[in-house]
């Protein structure tokens, strides 16, 4: 099934044999609450016959969404109590977010931002509240990057984008600019030579943060975009989710990593899953993450290493969570485990 435009509706969801008639009723039910979207080249990745397939699973509704735990929260990572201006989130001293659009291409279906994206979430950021955004930054020079998020940045029109830049590029004290988006995986299509040109339009060095979970999303032409991007000279890190049913084993994890490095995208953060509302069904337990990510260390090369990270609840910012090669006996001794996990001594220092 080669869709031409995105599938957005409960109805447009059975049409194209990814929801069966006798669910569409709980579909209909999450989709009055979340945003739907699935981009043709993401339901053309669908395989139709698995009934666990793990790109259905991140975009196709689900009525587990329903079900909200006590322990979820409609902001999980706190981003309100860190925004001193619309569209400006400023947590930690020497970055911040600038979300400038909330929408998406697709609406994955355990986005953190689930109550803030789509028709109905924060909308695109006025004119005025532009200029506040902008104002805020030039009057910080301790603002090092501005990472644009949201939503996806990279929906906006190469006009807008080169706009944004153009007025970073004012700014002298900001040096670099992140893109975070799924756009190169999910609509490849756009990653063409005038949005290129408006990613580097501020001069400033650009880095884009690819999205993705699972190595099937880095088809042929997924992978041609990306190379677009980087031969243009920016630099690309990837962030992925860590999904219960979707990239929750070694093997898949393994060839995800790999798969982002054979594409010169430089792992960077895999992220526990956050409490967004909804999502009890693709959380794992930290443990388990942890175990998942100790067996990366022997597997892959050191290239292909991601960053294991827990966004605290609550806006306290990032933790890296990984499991620990080394622990210090009562001895003074360290004891460190190698890649097979067997354990060694390095002596304390004199
Ligand atoms: S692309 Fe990002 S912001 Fe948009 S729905 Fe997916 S996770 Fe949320």
Redesign the pocket.
Known sequence: MNAIRPIRTPAELTDAGLVAPDHLAGIERVAERY?IAISPAMAALIDRADPNDPIARQFVPDAAELNVTSEERADPIGDLAHSPVEGIVHRYPDRVLLKAV?V?????R?????EM??PQGLGTLSPEAMDEAFAYIGDHPEIWEVIL????PLVLSPRRITEIMQRLAAIDHVKIVRF???VPV?EPERIDDALIAALKASGKTAYVAL?ANHPRELTPTARAACARLVDSGIVMISQS?LLKGVNDDPDTLAALMRAFVETRVKPYYLHHPDLAPGTSHFRLSIEEGRALVAGLRGRISGLCQPTYILDIPGGHGKAAIGPDAIRQENTGCYTVSDFKGVEHTYPPSE
């Open positions: 945003a909330h998406c291409p697709v609406y994955c355990f986005c953190f931002r689930r994206v789509g998020t949201g939503g996806d975070h988006t799924r999910v999205h989710v």
